[in-house]
């Protein structure tokens, strides 16, 4: 999952990308809208945490301009201004949910969570559970039936997409710009290896080979 | 009360009063002038008359009877003569015994001589000479008909005076107040500016006006500028030291101080406490400048984005339904409104298993806000400690526990109240009522 962060605060931007780092995302990070405005419109990502109260153009602006260019990620809208008015203009204005600063890093974590797996037409509130393999986001293990798998970071993040995005034909070079931040990407071959370790950990079929086109998520049902 | 129109009313009454009776005197003064002119001319005619009438007799000098005005026979008839001869005085029969004195000067007297029957005289003398001795004619009139008919003259210029004033303060009266009128509607906008239905005077006032109508209208711009300046300043402060906030929370999850758990606590507390403060200030502040009312709260226009809004942020709940009478237009800041409904149905969404409901009624003088929601409800034990200031019972569900607090701020403020109890869906059932401005 690949995150845009545009907050101009350096201090919190620096622990937000951190944190959200630990929790297996992607994160790009920006700090002024009109760099926003341009970059959300040529990168592929899953989720944008926007604040307000941002230098260049305000985010509400920046908002309504992706909306009215037919983007439709998610976006989670970051402001000290907590007022409900300001919460309904800014939800009006096409956000998905609001958070309202000083706030705890978990509710950040949830909040974004929760949008993905709603972004994925899932339950926001229930733990992603596909074919027989249910994610735990916060151990970043994988359980089996009553089985927990450990995973490594790559793993995690790997199998959070697959689930997020089961039964679909999914590229290499998809795969490589949902998972790694800016120019990060890594060659073919890093991929396979993660692809590998987890068919290993959670049985060769879950994980389908379209040759020369990619992989497709099945798990364990199929 | 002091009143401008009855000082003016006064004022004109003295004035009209003062004038009238210099008027009535001094017109009256002229023509009884007139008039005394008038007669001395006839007195000098009869006085010349009788000195025609003075014949030199088979006696000596005699006065010619038959040659007399017949008003010198009949007794008290009003006119008198006397005629002084160097050896004897003729006096008209009509005198009768009064003694018609002879006065010291010759021409017409100054004032009026008393005569007899309460008759007031004009006198008059002329001296002349003839048949070689001095003659000198005293001729009287009684002037007292004419001074009766003054006296009436001056009587009915007085009540034609007082009619004529009383019809003059009259159309004073009407016209100060029709004079008066922009003042009264200067005074009603001042009212309505009070209740908050406008923003400012209208500028458009009299002439006479404009000064104070523009005094005005800069003051209120004045008072809202430095409202908003100070109201602004405690936002900027407040929303500057939150994003700092929000940092020293995510700092205290680092890894580094999981080995320090009470002081992470600690931490976590005090930032609470500085987080909730700001929080109520900010409302307060907004709460305290809100002098002019901006926009009002439209329940057709307002209510259904609130509740889209809650939709999206609780998407688990099927039923979220907001009640209000068509075309109901709250008479409370729309901000604050939404504040507070925005955070009630909030609480209700976080504790509600399928439903909540809005409705807001009109009762009476009071608006009634019933949120409802069919979530475990509050035991009533721990109701009154739920409305205590920032306490929260729910530390499961996210939040800060804030929300009533603001609520209640701002209940305070509008004079409203707010009660607990047992919704018909289940849960907990929050009323609020507020008493509608007059």
Known sequence: MRLLLVEDNVPLADELVQGLQRQGYAIDWLADGRDAAFQAACEPYDLIILDLGLPGRPGLDVLREWRDAGLRFPVLILTARASWAERIEGLRAGADDYLAKPFHPEELFLRVQGLLRRARGLDSRAPIEVAGLRLDESRQTVWRDNEEIGLTGAEFRLLRYFMLHSNQLLSKSRLGEHLYEGDGEPDSNVLEVHVNHLRRKLGRQVIETRRGQGYCFVGLSA | ?438
């Open chain 2, 1 to 438: 009360m002091r009143s401008i129109q009855r000082r003016l009313g006064v004022g004109l009454l003295f004035i009209l009063l003062l004038v009238g009776v210099v008027m009535v005197n001094a017109s009256i003064w002229l023509v009884d002038l007139g008039l005394r002119r008038y007669l001395q001319n006839g007195l000098r005619d009869e006085a010349e008359l009788l000195l025609i009438a003075t014949v030199r007799g088979p006696a000596g000098i005699q006065l010619d009877e038959l040659r007399l005005s017949p008003a010198y026979q009949r007794p008290l008839s009003g006119s008198y003569f006397r005629v002084d001869l160097p050896d004897q005085v003729w006096r008209s029969r009509s005198s009768w015994d009064f003694q018609l004195e002879r006065p010291t000067r010759s021409g017409l007297q100054h004032g009026l001589v008393d005569g007899p029957g309460g008759q007031e005289l004009l006198v008059y003398r002329a001296d002349f000479r003839r048949f070689g001795s001095d003659l000198s004619i005293t001729a009287a009139q009684d002037y007292r008909p004419l001074s009766l008919a003054f006296t009436q003259v001056r009587w009915l210029l007085s009540g034609i005076g007082a009619l004529a004033l009383l019809v003059v303060l009259l159309l004073q009266w009407l016209n100060v107040r029709a004079a008066l009128h922009p003042l009264e509607r200067v005074r009603l906008q001042v009212l309505q500016l009070q209740q908050g239905r406008r923003g400012r005077l209208d500028s458009e006032a009299d002439r006479e006006l404009a000064p104070l109508v523009e005094q005005i209208n800069s003051l209120l711009q004045h008072t809202e500028g430095s409202l908003r300046r100070s109201r602004n300043a405690v936002g900027n402060l407040g929303h500057a030291l939150k994003t700092p906030l929000a940092v020293l929370r995510s700092l205290l999850t680092r890894a580094e101080l999981d080995a320090l758990q009470p002081l992470r606590r600690q931490m976590d507390d005090q930032l609470d406490v500085v987080e909730q403060r700001l929080a109520r200030e900010l409302n307060r502040a907004r709460l305290s400048g809100e002098v002019l009312p901006g926009a009002h709260f439209e329940c057709d226009q307002e209510l259904p984005t609130l509740c889209d809004t809650l939709r999206m942020i609780h998407p688990h709940l099927c039923q979220l339904s907001c009640l209000a009478p068509p075309g109901l237009r709250l008479p409370w800041d729309r901000e604050d409104l939404l504040e507070v409904l925005g955070n009630l149905l909030d609480n209700a969404c976080k504790w509600a298993l399928t439903q909540v409901s809005l409705s807001i009624e009109q009762d009476g003088q009071e608006l009634l806000l019933r949120i409802e929601d069919d979530g475990p409800g509050v035991a009533e034990q721990l109701r009154s400690s739920l409305l205590a200031r920032g306490s929260r019972l729910d530390e499961q569900v996210p939040g800060h526990g804030l929300g009533l607090a603001i609520v209640r701020d701002t209940l305070d403020a509008w004079g409203g109240t707010l009660q607990l109890g047992n919704a018909a869906l289940g849960g907990l059932r929050v009323d609020v009522r507020l008493p509608l401005p007059n």
